[in-house]
């Protein structure tokens, strides 16, 4: 009896672990052995491209590789999926960040001349761009000028300058003895013969006077000289009127020559620069008359 009942037992106890081993083993989690088909160092469950050895990624845009993705550097870009390489920017386009999908194309007023460039550069002065993507940048023409970087347009030359060359940066006044009564000039217009203006950059031919040594004291005293250089200048001129009163016509030469003599001494002294220019050549035109 003590027998049966020591195999009963014995039996239970082997049903019992073979029903917790099978429990066990309907549960507990399934361990494979890590397979590399392609034998490029990725494991099939994470290796997009298992019987490729030379490739294991597909990288979203902006970003391409092989084995591993990697952003786009400026002056790149990668549009689509799966990329290995990135691309260039073309010229007339940038980018400045990496990771990016597609290149921004130069700003007006700006310009790209090489592919792969991460920043765009801005037109020169004396040049302008008016669209998006430019390679190059345009000169101002004859008759405008851009005075600063990045322009967009060029400037007309206003009325009393002008301009003749392409690339200006500036416009250039009038000369004394001319004028400009129009934009956009590319020269200026000579007065009519015996006469000529006072200052540079005059707009009209109202501006031409007649080269007459009666207006050279008006305009001597309209300059607002020191008293003693006024005084004297000015009796140079009533000597040489006086002289030519008198039918003395070389006096007259002499002092006027006199008068040039004392402007050109004191030119950028007592006198202003272009306010000397002006008057000597207002005596030298009435000398050539005489």
Avoid: W
Avoid at 124 to 146: H, L, M, N, R, W
Avoid at 165 to 170: D, N, P, Q, R
């Amino acid at each position: 009896m003590a027998l049966k009942k020591s195999v009963t037992y014995s039996i239970t106890i082997i049903l019992l672990f073979l029903t917790l081993h099978t429990i066990e083993s309907l549960y507990a989690p399934t361990v494979k052995a890590a397979i590399d088909s392609d034998g490029d160092g990725v494991n099939d469950d994470i290796d997009a491209f298992p019987d490729d050895p030379s490739r294991a990624v597909i990288c979203t845009p902006g970003y391409y590789g092989t084995f591993f993705c990697e952003p786009a550097q400026p002056g790149q870009y990668v549009a689509v999926h799966g990329a290995l390489e990135p691309s260039l920017c073309p010229i007339g386009s940038f980018s400045d960040f990496a990771g990016a999908v597609s290149c921004q194309p130069a700003a007006p007023g700006y310009f790209v001349d090489s592919e792969g460039a991460a920043s765009q550069t801005p037109c020169p002065i004396g040049s302008f761009s008016d669209f998006a993507g430019a390679v190059s940048c345009q000169p101002a023409t004859p008759g405008y000028f851009v005075d600063s970087e990045g322009a967009i347009t060029s400037i007309a030359c206003p009325e009393g300058t002008y301009n003749s060359v392409y690339g200006a940066a500036s416009c250039i006044l009038a000369p004394i003895g001319t004028y400009v009564n129009t934009t956009a000039a590319t020269a200026p217009t000579a007065c009519p013969t015996g006469t000529n203006t006072l200052t540079i950059g005059s707009t009209s031919i109202d501006d031409c006077l007649n080269n007459s040594l009666a207006d050279l004291p008006g305009i001597i005293t309209s300059l607002g000289l020191s008293h003693g250089t006024e005084n004297s200048l000015l009796a140079k001129v009533n000597n040489a009127q006086a002289a030519l009163d008198r039918g003395d016509t070389d006096n007259a030469q002499e002092k006027l020559l006199s008068f040039v003599d004392e402007v050109k001494a004191q030119q950028g002294k007592k006198i202003d620069e272009d306010d000397a220019n002006m008057l000597i050549e207002f005596v030298e035109n009435i000398l050539a008359q005489l």
